[in-house]
C-alpha cells in the first residue's frame, strides 16, 4: 500500500510530539518548577549557592543554557556553552555564557578548544559556589581532551574505527573515557573541593546510565582499562588498526601505571548531584499522548537494540502480527550498525530499509505505515532524521531502478528513501534522547 498523506501526517505529529516533550526549555522549566523526581534536590542547591558557574554540552546545550541563564538571574557568574557547530542562537543571546561551537559526532580541534574552556571555567567555582553542568547527547564528541601520551588524530582513529563497527554508545564511551583527561569523572578533578556540583541531564542512553551519558563528566565510572581493551579486541579488526600510541596507553592503564577514572566511592562526588530530567520514555510519553489524541490505541513495545537490519525485521514481524483497529505502536532505543558499505545512511534509516524490505515480503496489503527517526533530526552523516517505509516501499524503489537488498548490504539506505520521497527530514531539533519509532497498523 502506497502511504497515504493523512497517515503520514499523523506519524509526523506524533514524532513531533515527542521532540517537544523533551524539549530542552521544557525539560529545565519542569526540573526547576519540582516537577520530576528529586527536583526537591535540585531547588535546594540552587537556593543554597551564593554564585552559579554554568558549563552546558551536547546537543540540548544552547536552549539549556538559555532557559537556566533566566532562572538563575544575577546568581550566574559565567556560562560556557559548548553547542554544535551552527547551533548557536542568533537573537537574545545570554549575556554572561560564552558559546562554543565543536564538532560531532568525530571530534576535532575544536572539541579540544570546548574542553580547555570547559575545565578553565569548571577551575572558577570556589567554595561556597555552584557549578551546574547541564548534559545532553553529542557531550562525548564534543569536549575531546585526550590524554598527554595521546595525538587526537589517533583518538579520532579510534573513534572511526568504533563507528564503523557498529560498537553501542556504552562500548564507545567506555573506551572514550579511558583515553580522556576529562571524562569518566575527571572534569571533577578541576573543580574546587569547597564548591557543589549539580548536573542535570537530557539522556540519550538506554537505562539512563550515568557512566555512560556523555561519557560520565559528573558520574563514577565502574569499568576499567581492560574492559576498554577487551571493547577494541571484541569488535573484528578494530585492535589491530589502533594506533599503537592508544594500544601504549591502555596497557600501562591496564597494568596500574596510570590513574584509573572516578570510581565509586571516591570523595569528589559527595559534593555532586546528577538529575536525570529527560529521555526517551519522556519522548514515548508526548508520542503517547498525541497518538490517543488522533484516535489510535497505543502498544508500547521493547527497547529498539540490537543490529539495525535484524531490528528491522523482528519490528515488521511484530506488526504483521497485530489485528487491533487503529493501533499505533512506540517504542525508542539506539540500534547499531556495522558498516560493510560505502554508502549513505544512518542508523534510523537502515532500519527502516530492513523494515520495509521485511514488509514487503510478509506484510501483503496489510494497513501498515512506520517512521523511524533519531531525536535530534540528524540519522547518521545524512541531513535527514530518519525514514517512512510501508509494505510497497520496495517495491517502488525497485520500479525505480534501485534493488533495495543490495542497497541495504552496501548502507545505501537514504539514496533509496531519497529517491522513493520517503525521507523524513526535520534539521536539528535543539534535543536528543535517541530514536523513535512510530508504526501505525490498521488504520
Known sequence: MTLPTSVRSDLERIFIAAIDAVAPERLVARALDGAIPGAERITGIIAGAARIYLLAVGKAAPGMAIALERSFG????????????????????????????????????????????????????????????????????????????????????????????????????????????????????????????????????????????????????????????????????????????????????????????????????????????????????????????????????????????DLGRTLAGHLCALHEPRLCVLAGGEPVVTVAGAGKGGRAQQCALALAIELARIGGDRKIAALFAGTDGIDGPTDAAGSFATPDTAARAVALGVDPEQALRRNDSYNVFKLTGDLLTTGPTGTNVADIFIGLVNF
Not at 77 to 82: D, T
Not at 114 to 139: C, E, F, K, N, Y
Request: net charge positive; hydrophobic share 45%; glycine share 10%.
Open 74 to 309: 544575577a546568581k550566574l557568574r559565567k556560562g560556557v556553552a559548548v553547542i554544535p557547530k551552527g547551533a548557536a542562537p542568533t537573537s537574545a543571546a545570554p549575556s554572561r555564557i560564552q558559546f562554543v561551537e565543536a564538532s560531532h559526532p568525530i571530534p576535532d580541534a575544536s572539541s579540544v578548544r570546548a574542553a580547555r574552556a570547559a575545565l578553565d571555567l569548571a577551575a572558577q567555582a570556589t567554595p561556597g559556589d555552584l557549578l551546574v553542568v547541564a548534559i545532553s547527547g553529542g557531550a562525548s564528541a564534543m569536549l575531546a581532551m585526550p590524554a598527554r601520551s595521546i595525538a587526537l588524530d589517533d583518538k579520532i582513529a579510534v573513534t572511526s574505527a568504533l563507528l564503523r563497527a557498529g560498537a553501542s554508545i556504552r562500548e564507545f564511551n567506555l573506551v572514550r573515557k579511558h583515553l580522556s583527561s576529562i571524562k569518566g569523572g575527571n572534569l571533577l578533578r578541576a573543580i574546587d573541593p569547597g564548591a557543589r556540583v549539580l548536573s542535570l541531564i537530557i539522556s540519550d542512553v538506554p537505562g539512563n546510565d550515568l557512566a555512560t551519558i556523555g561519557s560520565g563528566l559528573t558520574a563514577a565510572d565502574p569499568t576499567t582499562y581492560a574492559e576498554a581493551i577487551g571493547v577494541l579486541k571484541r569488535h573484528p579488526g578494530v585492535w589491530g588498526r589502533t594506533p599503537e600510541s592508544v594500544r601504549e596507553h591502555l596497557e600501562r592503564g591496564r597494568a596500574g601505571e596510570l590513574a584509573e577514572t572516578v570510581k565509586p566511592g571516591d570523595a569528589a562526588l559527595d559534593r555532586v548531584t546528577n538529575v536525570i530530567i529527560g529521555d526517551n520514555a519522556a519522548a514515548l510519553d508526548g508520542a503517547e499522548r498525541a497518538a490517543r489524541a488522533l484516535g489510535y490505541s497505543v502498544d508500547r513495545w521493547r527497547e529498539l537494540r540490537g543490529e539495525a537490519n
